[in-house]
């Protein structure tokens, strides 16, 4: 190993910089996952996660990744063979189309450009034309972290109702949920899917299914093959605390102390924080003379910024400049967005200063790297910061 | 949180108590999964397992529990319909069984005792009726953790060849990887399943596969749905250390730790560790007048032992009484063995003190619970181990 | 590195096995130690650390080891020259003793046979010979780290006011405070001494002095030069929850725990604890028909027991194979019992089963050393703790 | 606790921020420091410590902070009533002084204005002086962490040696080894005195004397009363990698990764950056307009940098509005600097992206206090951080 000075930068949409609490809270001896004080452990995070998920319907952990969650949502609520429409947003609505096939479901996916949310006068009009209603489910991500653009759920919802369609609602809110405001009850989310990597400032290792009573009714009926996703098995376990297979102890320690962190600052302050990052970063992207991703203000991500890079210069180019000269991580562009784009990641653990050696480095590294931009998008986002500082208030102390 | 002197006592046959190091090894910040460090780790912890599965073959690791494996081998290499041989050692085996039925597979469980590994002799028979070969794989438990019985897998091989039959061999060795030998492909094992929270004395959250050539090919005809589980979408990431989705990263880092520790003791020194330690048990045991559920030594577990409790007495009560005072936890009986029977782990990172703090402790908890026993089991044990002590040569320092 | 599996057993009479939530503590960053979180730090372990004390009086805490804080209590107080008055308890007796001359003292040290306490009567005639009041400081150890033994510090006070005398006390209770009942205030202990590493759970690296009103007053007064161990300006900070110079902070994170959790436990039910231990560690010597260096039981050490093996074996050949075979460290035999006395620790974050481990490391050890003795001392242990088991009353649960 | 998102900026001259590495490693269990696993660690670390004073000689390592070296130095080396010759660079010269009466030693402080280093010239006239001899030490501070000014300690020594004067030379290089250049052999320096939590990146607890043969001749006539501070006992212990009283165990665990990672960076490496830290933020300093202390380029420090607020504005309350705002702490202006000039530090463990999160601190401070500066501070650092980074030459990779 050799020493490299200072912290790294992670400034990927996800994994996000796991803090120091949560870390340490996980380097603590596993327990008994069948004894009294695991019982108290699952009572807490099961109970805790319904908060951030806006819910009182259960909410079941796994653990698995998010993709896990996906397939989760899927395989108990469907048949084999059941249609469900889905909404092109970018690589992770593409890949989650892409399960479906392999789940042997039919999916209609209306396609998209990357640069939109759900069109949900779409799904509306789809649904309409859907009278034998064929369609079971409607799948969309509520905050596409391939492209940072945020859908409007509560339209979706909408738009179902207003089709009088009875196909449940399945959201990915995997790079949303604990960053950017999410609804599930309000908004009529039938199962939502989350994992810890994102807002729960976590390792990777737990996803999650919020399920509604018409979801749970549906799993009833369902009959793709399913085990080890089994909700009903579950939330039989889940009621005093447990688990029906061997949950990942140390995961859930750090779960704990990262709904106790959110909650400590407050959901509607943390969404405030990411709002606040979100707007410099573009103003910064905007001085350098660069092209954000997303077209719509309303749709612009809190979580991460999209930015092109000029025709014939490479994305992944510069990002390895970035991470040779300055230990920063940026997301690639994937898909067609591959060498053409990189994601800013401003999420979860984070806080202004970090942002600014953030925004910094990615100006260091246009300069290296060549790319054509103006200077002054670091300038652009302290004068934004300071601004927006949030106890100004204190300046009379200085006076 | 009351402060409670001293360790836990974690006596259960897995998890297993976490050595400090594979926590620390685990207590450091998430990086990019698709970064050049990542590379490297994944490249590590892929290597480096197949030396405990002592397999030249691949193994795949998810982010999931054991069962997560079970589910991944079954959907991996069979069909809806499929017809599969499995042998009842126990609650393991039984679980196992019953997620075939969740899968849409056709089981046929044969019946044991709870007291004696595989009959390989019957698995023969059975398969020589079947000449129109519809028994797709064969599923066994080589070691079953609800009774602490071991099974002989080379001899499933065998009789498998014997009979000439293309049957898979699917192989749960969640409790036995690690810490009692298994040889994969010696063997012929065509997936060898387990999980992170026992020899490899990591917390709950990776689990594993180690797959045959021959199951990689069913793997390609193999028709059950599945996505999260798929072998090959795994296999092409891995060949550059990925992973197709997030991987449980700092669970990854305390399985690089994990592999390190066991590979420095040696797998030999572990084995024969383990099995020095059953022994003194089973001592302690008889000398309690106690009896041990497995009925054949050369089955006997080396990674917990199963004692049986006196008609008229509850093992429940036992381990509670045990739990309150002497703060260790033993497993409790499942399914018919419950409150019947208790299980004592001695497992993973573990040596002779922590082993008669162990023993002392279930000596004790027989006295004040009353149950009728005989005095001196730790003293059988303690004449055993400093008997086989590892380095009696010292013993010419002090004369 | 090669891996040894299980845990270390560290049964030397301090450092004390550090508990992983005094460990995890202190693996915080630094903060500024000039900044008003640190005020907040600063004031709870002033103010908490006056509670294992029992004193309403200053404690200041100090950067350095034990021995500093012996060095402090005498810098403060004496003037070059000054004549003190000491027992030989010990080795750590012997090693103060060394230190006043040193530091340029005069000190008169009544001789004891390292199996008895201080002998009140003898200080007590001693000042009453000393009409003129020569005699600045009585200096006693409250517990005897290198033998095991106990000193009745109340009697020293009331020995010295029998004799009228305005000699100061200062009492080192460094493997005293925090296993074993001090009475700072009580007792009229001018200057009481103590360290991080034993009764405080902690690792090495903070000492302390508790500081009558008395003490203070003599400190301005006193001549020898000093800076770095300086009460006044200690004090003056401290008000403020500062320190004059660079404090440990970390070792301060481990302090606040570490006091946290001593008063979750209960004072009283900590020394009770350590009571048990000590009778149950005494029992097992008595049946391995070994010999307990401290003679008077009432000042049997509740912390530590030294044990005197047979003429013409040798002590330390034993703790050598105990370490090789066992992976327990037990403390020397110091100075005159070099070779001939082995000690066992009891102390700090400890509890039955790892009692009961450490007591059979030592009666293997005494087997494979060919170390002439009875077997049956864990048995005796065993049988103790069962019967004095914190929580009988669950016996019912059972039956 | 109220969860505060990011991670804290800990921007004083130290303690500077400690690595994940280093408190990882000190977040172990305690060991036996009588035991064979100790010697290896104490050998390690005691031979690793002279690599980074470059010394061949002996350096004790004491459990305390680093004012105790500062008397460590003064008690081995001299007696009551010496003279020694001191120059006032800063608050730490002048609390160096104080020190020096309240032990007993005749100082002569030659004046000087805080914003220069030590004026060799100066010392030499006042040796030339001295006939006599009276002038028994010369003690200086290398890098006086209360300016940012760095002293010559060669002309130092070159200025004693032209004067034919046989007067030890003690220096501190508290903030300097390990963060800039210091040479204890090549330049002849008699005491050298460091502590860990600067350069050597650890926090507070731990302090040095680098001792030359000189010295440690002078120790053996030297009378000034010393028992914990004594080098000769430590040295007699040292040798065999043992300490005389207890060692601050896990400490050393920290400072044996200190050394290792300051290794695998390399020296020169490691004060090129630190060097480069310093000059990007005197540009920022003077593109904002304000004023750095230290006068003289070739005594810049690369450690940290003061910065003097212009009349009428206070540095404290500069301080605390970006303390309240971006949960950053810098560095107090100390004595005559009070509220007159706060202090930046960029030592340690820290990067490119961190310094411009630090300075982008500062600069939106400036705005929200209200303190007149000129915008473009950050830019002025980035530009000059993206022309001088480390790997330029991967510019290519994006072209």
Redesign the interface.
Known sequence: ??????????Q?P??S?????I??A??????????PEFAELGKSVLSGIKQIFKTDNPVVI???????AW?AAL?NTLC?GDRVLMYETGQFATLWHG?TK???LEAEFIAGDWRHGVDAGAIGRRLAEDSAHEIKAVCVVHHETSTGVTSDIASVRRAIDAAGHPALLLVDTISGLGSVDFRTDEWGVDVAIT?S?KGLMM???LSFNAISPKALEASRRAT?????W?WDEMLQHNANGYF????????LYGLKEAI???L??GLDN?FA?HARFSEATRRAVRAWGLEVLSLVPSEHSNVLTTVLVPEG??AD??R??I???????LG?GLNKLQDRAFRIGHLG??????????L??V??GL?????PHS??G??AA??Y??ET????Q??D???
């Open positions: 190993m050799t020493y490299k000075s200072g912290r790294h930068f992670l990927i996800g994994p910089n796991v803090p120091d609490r870390l340490r996980m380097d603590r001896p596993t327990i008994d996952h069948r004894g796994y653990p698995a990744s998010g993709t896990g397939e395989v084999s399960m392999k789940l042997g994992c990597q390792p990777p290792g793709l093959p399913r085990s080890y089994g029906p297979y061997s949950p990942a102890t140390n995961l106790a962190m959110l400590e600052e943390v924080r210069h490479s180019g510069l390895q400049v991470l040779d000269n300055f230990d920063m991580s690639t653990d984070f806080n202004d200063l970090s942002l600014l050696g953030t910094a480095g100006e260091m300069a290296i790297a060549g790319v200077k002054g670091v300038q302290i004068d910061l300071a500082a949030p106890q100004t204190s300046r102390k200085a006076a």
